[in-house]
């Protein structure tokens, strides 16, 4: 036979009983124990009912022995007679009293239970949660499934100018109700001013008992009440003191919630909050470390394949590396680990001839200013190589200098480059100071000379220091500053320009010359 049957049978006999008694007492004489078989349908409402039930029952049966007291046929001393019903009637009570209560605690008992399973479950979601949506859909359905509730959602309010509250996860008997709910934390609105809404605004729990008649309830009366929702529980879901979120909870009966298993979901709610910042802080961490991967993968590249050499090192007297960049082999030819168990590696390959002025401008430097040294260094096949090495210290909390970072770039060839342009000016200038003819580089837009050999000055009778300080004009004897600028013109616009000149010599004779001139453009200056 099945629950709902039996249940039936039990209202049956208990009505039945209850009026079969009723009848015979109304036509027996009145007697002392009559009430006794009344004891049956009282007892029998531990078994059906709602706590109160036993109560409806007792004052029924006490109203019909009133009754059927003054309608039976006389009997024994009427006296003796209603003291034995009064006795009946007290000792029904009695029993009604017990049967409440014990109702009450199995009550208590069933939502404690009911609470403990949903935590249960819901722990175990926890433990296997993979991400924050499949946790929030899973702890959604275990508490519905698992604690019998009838319809839960997570809600997470909105930094917007509507302050809404999004819904991350929901179960059970929704059907469209919370599309219609349009619930939002705003205490300047009708549908914030709701248990979700003072739930979030205020960090506190709140427990609606009775939704239909609950003032804080009634934008939704009319949809909850097509969903049979009797009550809720609303608790907010925070992290260091800030509510991020509302779990949503509903039965369909009311008074559904007690302290004990209010504090039990509080409890749950709080674990979950646990779990959605653990996830959170996982997640972060993920993102972090893969981002940290992609970008050493990223400098490690770089620092493989650019031809700068990046370093640090104490700002202490031995100036021991503490790191140098792995592209040190490829291009000094040594790997990087011996720079780091050497405290003196470095100073050791440093060129004898270089290695005191390297040394030395460290000390003289001012604290935490770039330096920039230029000095050879051996390399792996025994080789000197030109370095430019520039260096910045890196200060500590209190600004003294705690390390020296900088970088290392091989520029022997441009020393090399430069020390050939270096003898090829010299060849050059032995060349244009031997020879016979005056050669003057001429500024075109001043006038003056801009560099000159010694015949230049010589064939003239003036030092080098008194030629220096002259332009064209200066020597000129036949030609104005107007023929002059005209000369300069038609060298520009011919290539080359020859013609015949005086120029005035120191002891103030007039020497006649040939010029040959024809333009230079040296670093876009002519």
Known sequence: MSSRTSERVLWLVIFGVVAGEFALDMVIRNGLVDWVIYFIPVYLSSKVGGRHFSYLLAGLISLLMLVAFYCSPPGIDPRLALTGRGIGMGTLWLLAVLIARNKGTENELQLTDRALRTISACNQALVHASSESVLLQDICQQIVDKGGYRMTWVGIPEHNEQKSVRIAASAGGDSGYLAKAKITWSDTSEHGRGPTGIAIRTGQVVVVNNFQNDLRTVPWHKEAFKRSLGASISLPLKNAGETFGVLMIYAAQTNAFNRAEMELLTALADDLAFGLHALRGRAERQVAQESLRVNTQRLEFLLANTPAILYSMRATDD?????????????????????????????????????????????????????????????????????????????????????????????????????ALRKREEIFSSIVNQAVDAVVLVDAATGHFAEFNASAYEGLGYTHEEFAAFGIAAIQAEHSAEQIRENIALIHQRGRHTFENRHRHRDGTLRDVRVSARPLNLQGHE
């Open 319 to 419: 100036f021991a590396n503490t790191f140098v960049s792995a592209n040190v082999r490829e291009v000094l030819g040594h790997p990087p680990e011996t720079f780091l168990k050497d405290t003196r590696f470095w100073l050791s390959q440093v060129h004898p001839d270089d290695a005191p002025a390297a040394v030395a401008s460290f000390h003289k430097r001012p604290a935490l200013e770039t330096m920039v040294r230029e000095y050879r260094f051996r390399h792996g096949d025994g080789t000197y190589r030109w370095i430019h090495d520039e260096t910045r210290a890196a200060p500590d909390a209190t600004g003294q200098p705690q390390e020296l970072v900088g970088y290392w770039f091989d520029i022997t060839e441009r020393k090399l480059a430069e020390e």
